[in-house]
């Protein structure tokens, strides 16, 4: 077997999870890519080790052992070269919709001794493959992530002086994940707090982001995606969102042309029918608030 990785250039063409790539991203793989001999009986890795790498067999072959309560050895998968094929067609992943809450309902939480109050506000958001996830991201990322906490960060931590900490976020996957705004507040006054994060959600809902911020937002999610490709994790967790969510294995390619052509009003329009402000879910943890 060739010690060069780049023998193996013809080899992740004919993987059809890389088929569809160019070569300058198959060149990316190859960077992280070892070619390893063994002998016959050696042990690649045991049950319960934590994952390092992904192995796929050129020649030879590979026993996925299980070994039983009772010390028997239960083979459970046979891989040889040509066997990283998955016959038939998966299930698909189904995750039934979360109810969103009908009413704002409020928790608090004392905390003792406790000086800081910290409050989270969120509602349902959205499913990972939903069309508009994309367009609601951009959004967020100006509410609550640009730069120092985007807009709520501008308003309530420099402006108002009402948080040490303010954030938003959303956590999409095969469902709806929650939309969320999580910020660090005075324990004298969280009423004004919640009041100043809906006026951004409210405002959010009302007027288009600007061009500057758009542009701004759209840089920072190309720099951000550039940057964990750097990284063993971060590219096996890129294959795993494209493969999970079937992305399209030219993804990457379509990404930064795809989020410049997503508009203002597309965000307005997201963020309008999802509306974080409406029916939200609070949750305080702290000491005892005097403001109420």
């Excluded at 039983?68 to 040509?82: K, P, Q, Y």
């Excluded at 030219?250 to 990404?255: M, P, S």
């Amino acid at each position: 077997m060739s010690s060069d990785p780049g023998s193996l250039l013809p080899f992740l063409r004919c993987v059809p999870l890389f088929a569809g790539l160019d070569d300058s991203a198959v060149v990316v793989l190859l960077r992280v890519s070892h070619l390893k001999q063994v002998t016959k009986g050696a042990i690649l890795f045991n049950q319960d080790d934590c994952g390092e790498a992904a192995y796929i067999v050129r020649s030879g072959g590979i026993n996925i052992i299980l070994c039983t309560a009772d010390g028997r050895e239960l083979v459970i998968n046979e891989m040889r070269a040509g066997d990283w094929n998955a016959s038939g067609v998966p299930p698909e992943h189904s995750i039934a919709d979360a109810p969103k809450s009908q009413m704002v309902v409020r928790c608090d939480t004392p905390v003792p001794g406790k000086t800081q109050l910290d409050l989270i506000l969120g509602s349902v958001g959205v499913r990972r493959t939903e069309p508009d996830y994309e367009a609601l991201n951009l959004g967020d990322l100006i509410l609550g992530r640009l730069g120092l906490y985007g807009r709520l960060g501008a308003r309530m931590r420099d402006q108002q002086g009402l948080a040490y900490y303010v954030t938003s976020g959303i956590e999409a996957g095969i469902g709806p994940g929650p939309w969320t705004v999580r910020a660090g507040v005075n324990p004298q006054n969280p009423s004004r707090a919640v009041e100043s994060i809906i006026t951004e959600l409210r405002c959010l809902c009302t007027e288009p982001v600007t061009r500057e911020e758009l542009d701004d937002a759209c840089d920072f999610l190309t720099g951000s995606l550039a940057l964990r490709l750097e990284t063993n994790d971060g590219i096996a967790a890129m294959l795993s969102d494209i493969e999970l969510y079937r992305l399209g294995l030219d993804y990457l390619q379509r990404y930064p042309a795809m989020l410049r052509a997503i508009t203002a009003e597309q965000i307005l329009a997201a963020a309008q029918k999802h509306a974080l402000q409406e029916n939200y879910v609070l949750s305080i943890a702290g000491p005892t608030a005097q403001g109420g």
